[in-house]
């Protein structure tokens, strides 16, 4: 086959997931809920990007906060170590590591990182100790649960097993600075925070630690909040506040109390005179230890739990020029609603633990024992990210919002993007509550009488309604989102809830977009590309053919004939006339005369988003929109021509999001040339989320391997050194368009669903005899599994339910 590159064993494998080695710098795994920020764990087991604070927060590192291990064997001299391995090379830093990073402490000689969503576990190694050491960290995600997958915190496990003859006495201590009211870093790079920071060492019998909040910042501020690390280990030492000294003073006491015998005073004192030329930190830092012993060959576990609580955030996208004077007003994170401080949220977990625990391995079992290829659930899962990253939080009511995606501080693109969203498919999947409060928001608030839809919203803040061209593209994506979030939950009542705005949106097309009423769209389109597309072309077709085909069933179902007939007859003239005037031999194509007339057109060029909408027909199970054939031949050329096998040669002035020697599929090619003086913004492009979507539908179409070849090459870039692995980014870092990836199981499994009717089925592309997959509707998740004798074709199946209810669902 063309341009497959893997062989079949390569692509069909189902393999552990992917593990990185400490130099493998940069993969870093979230852990958080969604809606609350989250702290990353980089590959050395250090914990690094603490995006806590209602922003993006790549880079920012707290204060002496790590956790290390003192350990000694009967008869011997303690051996004390961070609990990272060794900092890799580059060193430079022009005045040295800053002492608050504590980088000349010794560390483990190396470590590897695995990590399967949410679960991730780093093992170490270091000859110089006697003991087995691993870590495992994760945050509960209970799909269909939001509110127990949105608990600002996260575990923390390490697994110690003693591997000597000896008995050996072991502490694991837990360093945290108090970060309320953090404000970046001074000039020699030392963490700042607003000053009245209190540290408090509480015991509640089966559970204890550390409390941090601030005296001096009020309940409405945006900096209020408090942190908190906990154990529920009866046997606990700590240090509440390390020593308040100058320079490094604090450090060097709480590094020699620990050293001497693993157990930390309380309370430490300093008696002695300093230097005139001093410098006062005002960061108080805590820790709290577990203490234990290990008898030859026992293992035991040392764990911890970290959580923070910042509930304000400004009402409205932007903070930059936020003051406490400002008419900016202040909004609630929707978990202040469920917790009152970070202590708070400690007790919850260790109270449900063992319940949040068990779900949330059962989400993981179901997930990662499949079999599909183990870069295909790399891909699923590790986009899962995006909705619990800063790109995504949750506003007091309940709402969801979103950036496109984030930059190191701040979010990108405001306004839960219609035509970004359009190529989502995970939430809806895992979190169809969330999803159903972006409908709201699109059709009874954001679209008007007359139809037209802002594709980025600010009235949600109470702000003027966004001012610009109506997004076809994205306007047309929220009817068929609407009537995928219909048929997987079997909603009737957010169908009517928001069916009169959505009829309009949908009507709002035929004059707005429609310029001489033959049901090809061919006005000024404004789309995802940030331009707008003149005449006939085939991408905002199908998406509208998609709408109108899914509008004429919620139309039928609610008694609207008007709009049916209209819409039935408006898909069968529309469907076949851009079919005839598009259709090019082996692709479709833009139809305008003259190609230069407008800047960023592509004419004659092979778009790979030129058959979207009929992707997004076959994911909410509508079926074919244009002649199959065409379909099958087109969906082949896009790989044919756009997936390159190595970019060292390809020319691109553009963002640059894959190069050199690594393989991808470019937004937009003219393979028989007509190549505009200055064609679409991005055409040189390659973005994870069309990658995505154009291997589901090369699935769907039965090119399984050339979709699977696509999924690889996104997959092998992303590869821990070159990039982030939970990490992929288009505009900004953890950018939406990614959760398109949750369309990849979708095709592979033949996955349909209809819960108004009761029904789901399964018709599995790979793997067929022996096959396994998760699953979830709007009502339950869980796994399915069939076995097909490969002499008879017949089918033995099963389906199991991990969470919630599929009472009356016929399953075929």
């Known amino acids: ?154 575990i923390i496990r390490y697994k110690v097993k003693n591997t000597s003859n000896k008995i050996v006495r072991v502490t694991i201590v837990g360093s945290l600075s108090n970060a309320i009211g953090f404000e970046g870093y001074d000039r020699l790079n030392n963490m700042k925070v607003i000053s009245g920071g209190v540290n408090e060492y509480r015991d509640n019998k089966d559970l204890r630690g550390l409390f941090f909040y601030s005296s001096k910042i009020p309940k409405r501020n945006l900096k209020y909040g408090s942190m908190a690390l906990m154990t529920r280990a009866n046997n606990v030492t700590a240090k509440k506040c390390w020593l308040e000294g100058n320079w490094i003073d604090g450090m060097t006491d709480f590094w020699a109390d620990f050293c001497e015998d693993g157990i930390l005073e309380m309370e430490s004192k300093l008696n002695s005179v300093g230097s005139r030329i001093s410098h006062k930190t005002q960061v108080k830092v805590g820790s709290l230890g577990i203490l234990d012993t290990l008898y030859p060959s026992e293992e035991k576990v040392f764990e911890f739990i970290l959580t923070w609580y910042f509930p304000n955030r400004v009402k409205g996208w932007d903070d930059e020029n936020y003051n406490d004077t400002d008419k900016y007003k202040i909004e609630k994170n929707y978990y202040s609603t469920l917790f009152d401080n970070a202590y708070d949220v400690g007790k919850y977990i260790k109270n449900n633990m063992l319940r949040l625990e068990k779900i949330s391995r059962d989400f993981h079992y179901a997930l990662f024992n499949t079999t599909m290829p183990s870069y295909v659930i790399e891909a699923i899962a590790n986009n899962i990210t995006v909705i619990r990253s800063p790109t995504c939080f949750r506003i007091k009511d309940g709402t969801f919002l979103s950036w496109e995606g984030c930059r190191e501080t701040k979010g990108m693109c405001f306004g839960n993007c219609t035509h970004v969203w359009n190529y989502a498919q995970t939430l809806a999947f895992l979190f169809p509550e969330l999803e159903h409060t972006m409908r709201i928001i699109e059709f009874n608030l954001e679209t008007d009488d007359e139809g037209k839809m802002a594709f980025r919203s600010q009235q949600v803040f109470g702000r003027d309604k966004w001012e610009m061209l109506p997004a076809v593209d994205g306007q047309m994506g929220t009817i068929i989102r609407l009537y995928r979030d219909w048929k997987l939950s079997g909603d009737d009542e957010l169908l009517k809830k928001v069916w009169d705005k959505a009829s309009k949106a949908l009507n709002f097309a035929f004059d707005y977009w429609d310029t001489d009423g033959d049901c090809v769209l061919d006005g000024q389109q404004h789309t995802t590309y940030d331009i707008e597309f003149y005449g006939p072309n085939p991408l905002t077709n199908t998406l509208f053919f998609t709408a109108l085909k899914a509008g004429i069933e919620m139309a039928n179902y609610l008694g609207d004939e008007d709009n049916a007939n209209k819409y039935t007859d408006a898909l069968e003239k529309g469907s076949q006339k851009m079919d005839e005037i598009l259709w090019e031999k082996e692709y479709y194509v833009q139809k305008i005369e003259d190609i230069n007339k407008y800047q960023y057109q592509y004419g004659q060029g092979c778009l790979s988003d030129q058959l979207f909408g009929q992707l997004l027909a076959h994911v909410i199970c509508l079926g074919y929109i244009l002649p199959e054939k065409h379909v099958k031949e087109a969906i082949r050329s896009i790989f044919k021509y756009n997936f390159q096998l190595n970019l060292e040669k390809v020319q691109n002035v553009q963002r640059t999001y894959a190069l050199n020697d690594e393989k991808g599929l470019i937004l937009c090619t003219w393979p028989k040339g007509g190549k505009p003086k200055f064609p679409f913004i991005y055409c040189d492009e390659i973005w994870t989320g069309i990658e995505y979507q154009v291997a589901s539908h090369l699935i769907y179409e039965g090119f399984i391997e050339e979709g699977l070849t696509l999924v690889k090459a996104v997959r092998d870039r992303y590869d821990g050194y070159r990039r982030n692995p939970w990490n992929e980014a288009e505009c900004g870092y953890h950018y939406v368009r990614t959760l398109a990836s949750w369309s990849v199981l979708l095709a592979l499994s033949g996955f349909k669903y209809d819960m108004v009717k009761g029904n789901i089925s399964f018709s599995p592309k790979i793997n067929q005899n022996n096959f396994s997959t998760f699953w979830s509707t709007g009502k339950a998740w869980g796994m399915y599994s069939e076995k097909r004798d490969p002499k008879t074709g017949e089918r033995k199946w099963n389906i199991e339910v991990y969470y919630g209810d599929l009472e009356k669902v016929k399953i075929n």
């Open 1 to 154: 086959m063309e341009k497959l590159l893997y062989t079949k064993k390569q692509l069909y494998i189902s393999s552990k997931q992917k593990s990185y080695r400490g130099d493998a710098k940069e993969a870093a795994f979230l852990l958080g809920g969604i809606g609350t920020g989250n702290v990353s764990i980089g590959a050395r087991g250090e914990f690094r990007d603490w995006e806590i604070f209602n922003n993006p927060g790549k880079g920012i590192y707290l204060a002496y906060s790590f956790f290390a291990i003192w350990v000694k064997p009967e008869g011997s001299n303690p051996i004390i170590k961070v609990l990272e391995s060794k900092i890799k090379p580059p060193y430079s830093q022009a005045l040295g590591f800053n002492p608050q990073r504590v980088a000349g402490l010794p560390r483990l000689e190396s470590s590897t990182m695995r990590g399967e969503y949410p679960f991730v576990w780093i093992d170490f190694e270091d000859r110089e100790l006697p003991l087995e050491i691993s870590l495992e960290a994760f945050n509960p995600f209970i799909p269909h649960n939001a509110d127990e997958s949105g608990i600002p915190g996260a």
